[in-house]
């Protein structure tokens, strides 16, 4: 059957050029033998024509126009149109073989998220699928994401969900393609984590904005996408290309000390480590605290030490003082949130999980 979609129309067979040309020839009472002898092609090649087996070229095409009087760009257009549709039914039976394949990703949620187009059809959606991957199929899209030289494979979290994972990598690849970004700059970046760092105590519509704007100028593109089902990633750090990197949040845990510590984080590892790394956090995975050298350990310092410095965090922590309006006198010294002191203290089990969590600010994203 035919597949009709709004007001197209795709046939399900191709109809070669040589079936109009063959009824041309009847129109006129020509035979194949007479179109032959006119044009200079041999018989044999005619009838290829007529028959589907050969291909009419531009030079053939511009032969027919001169003795059937029917344009060079008529016989063209059929030959590119019936390639065309060969190449489509030769897809489609391919992409028919992938059914299980797309039942791996969790298109109805990435469909709601509005990364995707709505589809009923399995090749419809592989379709979109690859098109959202920006891949010609599926075996680019398994060389470029799960062989071994795949820079994500390395990651926990990648291996445990690699396709609602991937989904979600490549939807902050496409929002970071839509900010412009300077030239990775140390300095400067460090010197707007500084800054972002007094932006900790805003809310998101305040903070959210200037700290995208303070990191691209930077080199560094800050995205914000929501995770999709079973991934459960915090975030992301990898480098797009040598003078731009990319830290992409989910927003997980959905709270301020959650959201500062992740950035930095991630921010850690711009700063201290290579730009062929990559860098996903997730629930329960992260610093392995008996290995030193550990990246995650070197980011999770990196993290904590910027947003509560060492020396003033200890004093704090001897004062013995972690009542909610000492908590809260602590953070305004410090200049930060609350509720970053609150995640910290309650990491480190100074105080229980259920303490202070009102002092938190909760972020969730915007309704579309």
């Known amino acids: ?84 549709t060969l190449a ?87 929002e970071a393609q839509k900010t412009e970004c300077k030239p990775y700059n140390l300095g400067l970046f460090r010197k707007s984590l500084d800054n972002i760092r007094a932006l900790a105590i805003e809310p998101p519509e305040m903070f959210e904005q200037r700290m995208i704007r303070l990191c691209a100028e930077a080199g560094v593109v800050v995205v914000f996408v929501q995770e999709l089902p079973s991934t459960r990633v915090y975030g992301a750090t990898r480098w797009l290309n040598p003078v731009k990197a990319l830290i992409q949040l989910s927003l997980r845990g959905k709270t301020d000390d959650h959201l500062w510590f992740t950035f930095f984080h991630e921010a850690g590892h711009i700063v201290l480590h290579g730009k062929r790394d990559v860098f996903i956090e997730a629930k329960g995975e992260g610093c ?44 305004q010294k410090l200049g930060v949130a609350p509720g970053i002191v609150v995640g910290r203290l309650q990491h480190d089990k100074v105080i229980q999980f259920s303490k202070g969590n009102t002092l938190k600010k909760r972020f969730h994203f915007a309704e579309n």
């Open 1 to 84: 059957m035919a597949e009709i979609k709004g007001s197209s129309f795709q046939p399900n067979y191709a109809v070669p050029p040589g079936e109009t040309l063959r009824e041309t020839l009847e129109f006129l009472g020509m035979t194949q033998a007479q179109l032959a002898d006119r044009t200079g092609r041999p018989k044999k090649t005619i009838n290829e024509i007529i028959s589907g087996k050969a291909a009419i070229t531009a030079e053939t095409a511009l032969q027919l126009e001169r003795v059937l009087g029917v344009p060079a760009s008529f016989w063209s257009n059929l030959e590119r149109n019936y390639q065309e």
């Open 88 to 174: 489509l039914l030769k897809e489609e039976k391919e992409l028919r073989s992938h059914k299980e394949w797309l039942k791996k990703f969790p298109t109805a949620a990435i469909a709601k998220f509005g990364w995707l187009p709505k589809e009923d059809s399995p090749v419809r959606k592989l379709k979109v699928l690859l098109n959202f991957f920006g891949v010609a199929g599926v075996e680019e899209w398994i060389a470029l994401w799960q062989s071994p030289q795949a820079a994500y494979r390395s990651s926990v979290s990648f291996q445990r969900n690699p396709y609602a994972v991937a989904a979600w990598l490549r939807q902050g690849e496409i």
């Open 288 to 331: 392995r605290e008996t290995d030193s050298n550990d990246k995650e350990c070197q980011a999770d310092q990196f993290a904590q030490d910027f947003l509560i410095p060492s020396d003033k965090y200890q004093t704090f922590k001897k004062s013995g003082q972690f009542s909610l309006p000492a908590i809260v006198q602590f953070a």
